[in-house]
């Protein structure tokens, strides 16, 4: 596939910060034989770790998963985190048997441990019909939780926008947060989704401190160009949070040149005073 131009110097960004960015930002452009390339002109943007959303048949990004981690490595970045999911049917929901969805997890943390991730990270699980499908898939997160963590990984939850809706009156998200171990489950909450299902994230930070250790950071285009997301005050309250990382992730492009996007959005995290040099803990 031919890259698009690029806007970018080729300088590097002389702001150092961490920066992770979700590969699944650069859809439509990547692919297997170019990624390695793409993530070096990330890394000359300021972006020094990735997230990704490509995990089938013990691959990641069509590579095995120690290749995979020299690549990001060799493009001056560092694996940091992976989206992957195994859902639950309406069988495993009813009958509440597990066996076969833990048997793929534990092939997943295998590979990703040699992948060299710190978090995993499931990234959806539809909006529930009742609260006892919600509470097996809470169940079914506490064990996946336990078995990253005998793995010496992190795991979380990302959500959408329809965590924040009502399943038998109670609000999906808060069930989840009431319902998971906090020493197995963080929670990676996307900010701007959030912010779409009317839902406020310094409250959600302040109502349960501590289980955010992670964040994604999204804009409706490039970040801080809506307006509708208040990123000073997320960072301001990290502590609150609990955060250690966060990931850039882009939804929709303003530009024909999407590497136009990832450099902007980079800049104005670069620049903005309240975003600190790391959060690492």
Not at 18 to 30: F, G, H, K, P, T
Not at 182 to 189: C, H, T
Not at 220 to 230: C, D, H, I, L
Request: net charge negative; hydrophobic share 40%.
């Amino acid at each position: 596939m031919a890259f698009l131009p690029s806007c970018s110097s080729g300088e590097p960004a002389s702001v150092k910060k961490d920066l992770c960015v979700q590969m699944y930002s650069a859809r439509s452009i990547l692919n297997h034989d170019n990624y390695a390339d793409i993530l070096k002109e990330m890394a000359d943007m300021g972006y020094t770790a990735v997230e990704t959303a490509s995990y089938g048949d013990g691959l990641i990004y069509g590579d095995q998963p120690e290749v995979f981690k020299q690549k990001v490595e060799a493009a001056g970045m560092k694996v940091l985190s992976a989206h992957v999911s195994r859902g639950l049917s309406e069988e495993e929901l009813a009958s509440e048997d597990l066996t076969a969805a833990l048997a793929w997890w534990d092939k997943c943390i295998e590979d990703h441990v040699k992948a060299g991730m710190e978090y995993l990270v499931t990234p959806w699980m539809g909006l529930q019909k009742n609260l006892h499908h919600l509470q097996v898939y809470c169940d079914y997160l506490n064990e996946v939780g336990r078995r990253c963590q005998a793995a010496g990984l992190k795991y979380g939850y990302h959500n959408h926008a329809y965590e924040f809706e009502k399943v038998e009156g109670e609000v999906m998200y808060d069930y989840l947060l009431q319902h998971t171990d906090p020493s197995l489950v963080f929670f990676q909450m996307d900010v701007y989704w959030a912010v779409i299902g009317k839902a406020s994230p310094v409250d959600y930070f302040k109502r349960y401190p501590g289980r955010f250790k992670m964040l994604h950071i999204k804009d409706e285009w490039e970040v801080g160009q809506s307006g509708m997301v208040g990123f000073d005050a997320i960072f301001k309250n990290a502590d609150v949070a609990g955060l250690e990382n966060f990931v850039v992730e882009i939804e929709r492009y303003s530009y024909e040149d999407i590497r136009r996007s990832f450099r902007e959005s980079a800049d104005y995290l670069l620049d903005a005073p309240f975003v600190k040099a790391t959060y690492a803990k």
